[in-house]
């Protein structure tokens, strides 16, 4: 069993940044595709970044790409989702999420889902 427990969410004006954490228990990690999803209110999970096992291979949305940066550290059991260049539809519910080695662009492939952090852009 892994639980994962993200942080890192709050309130940012348009143009700024912020970083989630999304720690996972376990011993395992190392052999866990990592990835971030995010739902904003009325909408379905939106896949936004992932990364594999060893961090070699690593994948955004069009969306985020070149603003956000996804990475891992095995040792910490730990993957980061570094947010810049914010935007009021960035707005929505980061979830993190794990499964054996290799990720996935659909919510439901994953194995364990964390919780939740809300990440609000204002205008």
């Known amino acids: 069993q892994v639980q994962l427990v993200e942080s890192g969410g709050g309130l940012v004006q348009a143009g700024g940044s912020l970083r989630l954490s999304c720690a996972a228990s376990g011993r395992t990690f190392s052999t866990y595709a990592m990835a971030w999803f995010r739902q904003a209110p009325g909408k379905e999970h939106e896949f936004v970044a992932a990364i594999n096992w060893s961090g070699g291979n690593i994948y955004y949305a069009d969306s985020v790409k070149g603003r956000f940066t996804i990475s891992r550290d095995n040792a910490k059991n730990t993957v980061y989702l570094q947010m810049n260049s914010l935007k009021p539809e960035d707005t929505a519910v980061y979830y993190c999420?794990?499964?054996?080695?290799?990720?996935?662009?659909?919510?439901?492939?994953?194995?364990?889902w964390g919780q939740g952090t809300q990440v609000t852009v204002s205008s």
């Open positions: 999420a794990a499964r054996d080695y290799v990720w996935r662009l659909s919510w439901a492939e994953y194995t364990y």
